[in-house]
Every structure is written in structure tokens, then in C-alpha cells.
């Protein structure tokens, strides 16, 4: 069956999960800043569908009808909240609204379905998809399994059914809360297994440190469904599921196992002494970790997992002084 997307956002996901909708036979409109294909760094997608005619300036969004199309945001993090901001009129529209964006805002620190449902009561589903997967991967035709996490099964049906191939697929979840807060303390994980790889042999620590991250998660999630005075009984029974989803574990091993990942490449330059967290920063360009790390610390009234308190000393500290914290964590 053929569906409509409207895919907000021109990076190297929103162009490489546009050409798979467009390979599958959907309509697919991207809105951009620059609607010039030749003009985005595309290097090492194979774009077999995607074409200038896709793309639409988004400019023109808050002047566009909504008639039942999928939209997908698929900006960087920091993106996100200045998206929905600075498209009000057109947000206002949708009942449901779908994210490849995970991670936190960053002057409110709300999770981003928390952002989106308080800004917009007109929106009543809301969808994440993430799971461990680079962008390459999905336009080569890799064998690919991500998480749908939304508590609209009705929205979670569509996509699985809309998206599904011999390639790719989507595990439902209801647990959305689990998979943003695996987002965001992956890129945590994967900084400092950066930087303890750069210290001794590569994947000595990566396991203990995954397998922290998966605690800091599970307790992060548990902490919100206290919050919201929910039930955890069925939580607690679904717990190995939820961990062992590709929007968890799956995307934490893929994360802090890979030197590709940009938040990998940050831990292993913050790891030299002689350079500074600006510098590295500026050479790796935006590292999700990193911002929400400081997020997470500086705005949220959140009790602090291990890892995002470890990182926060790390990148407080004196250059001299980051190699005998991680260190000195690691062999506690």
C-alpha cells in the first residue's frame, strides 16, 4: 500500500531513509534549507531514488496543507525544538508525528516526546524509530532491525507495515521513555569508550561500560514511570525485552564499538591531554553525548546515572586530570 511522508530534514538519515520510503514505492516530499541535491554531503550513500524534485524548501512548511501524510523529523538534536518553534502553524495541524531525531532538548531539558506532546496538544501519536544502523547501511540493503517505540498501536501498525522489506524491519515498543533515554546514554557510553580505548586495548572496557549504560538507562526509565505514579509491575517482567531491543542494546554496541561513531571520535581526541574539549568539539562537529550530557546535569532535577556523572567530571576537569577518572572508574 502506498503512503505519503513528508521527511523534515535533509541530512545524511532524513536523504537515506527518503530513498528507502521512495525504493518501496511511497511519495516522499524532503524539506530543506537548501533544496540543491548536489550541494549535501552525501559521500557514501548510494541515492538510487532521491532527486532534486524531492525536495522542497522548508520555508514553504508553514504554508503547506496537512492531508494525511507521515511526517518524519529527521534533523541533529539541537535542531529539533527550533524545527517545531519555528514551523508553529504547521505542527498545529498534525494528530501524529513521527521522530528518526532522538535526545533531549536542550534549554528545556525535556525528552522530545515530552516536548512535543506539551507544545502541541493537537498531536496524539507520537513515534521513535531507532535501532543500530548507519545510513549507508540502509541505502546498501544491510540487514537491518529497529525499534518503532510509541504507545499508539494504531501509528506503530502503519509504520511497521509502511517501512517492512526483506532488508530492514521495525520492532514495535512500547516502552518510548526506555528507547530516548538509550539514545541519549549510548553517545554518553560511546565517548568514554573512546577514550578507554585510546588509554589501553581496543575493547578491553566496552562491554562493562555497555552493560553500565543499559542500568543507566533501565533506572532512568524506572524513575519516569515513578514520576508519572505509573505501574511498574509490567515493567519490571519486560525487562530483558526492552534492554535487548535493537533501540537499546542493539544501537549501544553499534555506537560504542564503531570508530565511525562521531561520539567515539570525541572520547579518543579528549583523551590527549593537549587537546582541549572546544578543540575537540570543533573538529568532530556536533556530538550528541557531549550536549546532552551537560543537559542532563545542568537542567533536568534527574538523579544522575554513573556514566553521565563520570563524563560531566571528565569534561569539568583539568586536561591532566581526565585519564585518572575514567581509569580510576573503570577499575573501582
Not at 74 to 94: D, I
Amino acid at each position: 500500500m502506498t503512503s505519503n511522508f513528508r521527511v523534515l530534514g535533509a541530512g545524511v538519515w532524513g536523504l537515506a531513509f527518503s530513498d528507502y520510503l521512495l525504493k518501496l514505492g511511497h511519495n516522499v516530499e524532503i524539506f530543506c534549507r537548501d533544496t540543491n541535491l548536489s550541494n549535501k554531503n552525501i559521500s557514501g550513500l548510494k541515492l538510487s531514488h532521491v532527486s532534486d524534485k524531492n525536495l522542497v524548501s522548508l520555508d514553504t512548511l508553514n504554508a503547506q496543507k496537512s492531508n494525511g501524510e507521515i511526517n518524519i523529523i529527521a534533523v541533529n538534536s539541537k535542531g529539533f525544538g527550533e524545527l517545531l518553534n519555528e514551523h508553529k502553524s504547521y505542527f498545529s495541524t498534525l494528530h501524529e508525528l513521527v521522530s528518526l531525531t532522538k535526545g533531549l532538548d536542550h534549554i528545556s531539558g525535556k525528552y522530545f516526546s515530552d516536548y512535543v506532546f506539551d507544545m502541541f496538544s493537537n498531536i496524539k501519536r507520537y513515534g521513535l524509530i531507532s535501532g543500530p544502523s548507519f545510513a549507508k547501511d540502509l541505502c546498501h540493503e544491510k540487514k537491518i532491525s529497529v525499534s518503532f517505540a510509541s504507545i499508539d498501536n494504531k501509528l506503530s501498525y502503519l509504520m511497521v507495515e509502511a517501512t517492512k522489506s526483506s532488508h530492514f524491519e521495525m520492532i514495535p515498543t512500547t516502552y518510548i521513555y526506555h528507547i530516548e533515554i538509550a539514545g541519549i546514554i549510548k553517545n554518553i557510553a560511546a565517548i568514554l569508550c573512546g577514550m578507554a580505548d585510546k588509554y589501553s586495548s581496543k575493547g578491553i572496557y566496552s562491554n562493562m561500560i555497555i552493560k553500565k549504560a543499559c542500568q543507566e538507562t533501565w533506572q532512568r526509565g524506572i524513575e519516569i514511570f515513578n514520576k508519572n505514579n505509573k505501574n511498574i509491575d509490567h515493567l519490571n517482567k519486560d525487562r530483558n525485552s526492552i534492554i535487548t531491543s535493537p533501540g537499546c542494546i542493539g544501537d549501544m554496541i553499534l555506537t560504542c564499538k564503531q570508530n565511525v561513531s562521531r561520539n567515539y571520535q570525541f572520547g579518543k581526541l579528549i583523551a590527549d591531554p593537549s587537546i582541549s574539549i572546544e578543540d575537540a568539539t570543533t573538529m568532530v562537529g556536533t556530538v550528541e553525548g557531549y550536549d546532552c550530557c551537560l543537559t542532563l546535569v545542568d537542567r533536568t532535577q534527574s538523579a544522575q546515572g554513573e556514566l553521565t556523572s563520570l563524563l560531566y567530571k571528565i569534561i569539568k576537569a583539568e586536561n591532566t586530570q581526565r585519564e585518572s577518572l575514567l581509569k580510576d572508574f573503570l577499575q573501582a
